[in-house]
């Protein structure tokens, strides 16, 4: 029988796993910068290098996390503990979308958004994209590898091509029709790739 290592956490696990999966982590521990534990997991197919870095990269951590911290940092009572956990996963797609173009962003966002198996494509206040989802479970740690693994495969899959599209508009190199059917080629294209 081994014995646990006190220093290994949720995502140092998570890390190893992927890691193997050729899915390449890493792990942003708890500084004073850094309020909570996070994963950084590149979603990038094939992993980047130094001459090609990554494009897509998923970050990981626990809502509750977050909540504690806020509370730590205003000085306020702890939370308690609540009997759920949620693991969030953020996604900036790195593209910011300017004033002009936020109908037919909207538009095309709400068309991939019925696409997208997990998770919702969203603007922020600063108008950059991003992905975002939040797995739920009874505990941290039932949150299990393949059910990690399962959503981080599904945006690979996914969210490039939609990123494409969605580029493509911002820039004004395609209409919205346009990238709805680029987008549909390139996904049945994708899904019969062997």
């Known amino acids: 029988m081994t014995e646990a290592n006190p220093t290994e956490t949720y995502f140092t696990r998570m890390a190893g796993v992927l890691d193997q ?3 390449p982590t ?6 004073e910068e850094n309020q909570i534990e996070a994963l950084l997991v590149s979603l990038d197919d094939p992993p980047p ?8 990269v998923a970050q990981l951590f626990f809502a509750s996390d977050a909540v504690t911290a806020a509370y730590e940092q ?22 910011n979308c300017p ?14 958004n019925r696409i997208l198996p997990v998770g919702a494509l969203d603007l922020n206040e600063e108008n950059e994209l991003y992905v975002r989802y939040g797995l739920l479970a009874d505990t941290k740690n039932a949150i299990t590898i393949p059910q990690v693994v399962e959503v981080l495969e599904i945006f690979s899959f996914f ?3 939609m990123a494409d599209g969605l580029e493509d508009v911002i820039a004004g190199e395609a209409t919205l029709e346009e990238a709805i059917a680029a987008t549909e080629r390139e996904l049945i294209k994708s899904a019969q790739m062997p």
């Open 26 to 31: 890493l792990i942003l521990p708890v500084t």
């Open 159 to 161: 969210i490039p091509i």
């Open 21 to 23: 999966l050729e899915m």
């Open 74 to 95: 205003s000085g306020g009572p702890e939370p308690e503990e609540g009997e759920t956990a949620i693991l969030q996963f953020a996604l900036a797609l790195g593209l």
């Open 49 to 56: 290098t130094e001459e090609n870095p990554a494009r897509f």
């Open 99 to 112: 004033e002009t173009r936020h109908l037919d962003i909207y538009r095309l966002m709400s068309i991939y």
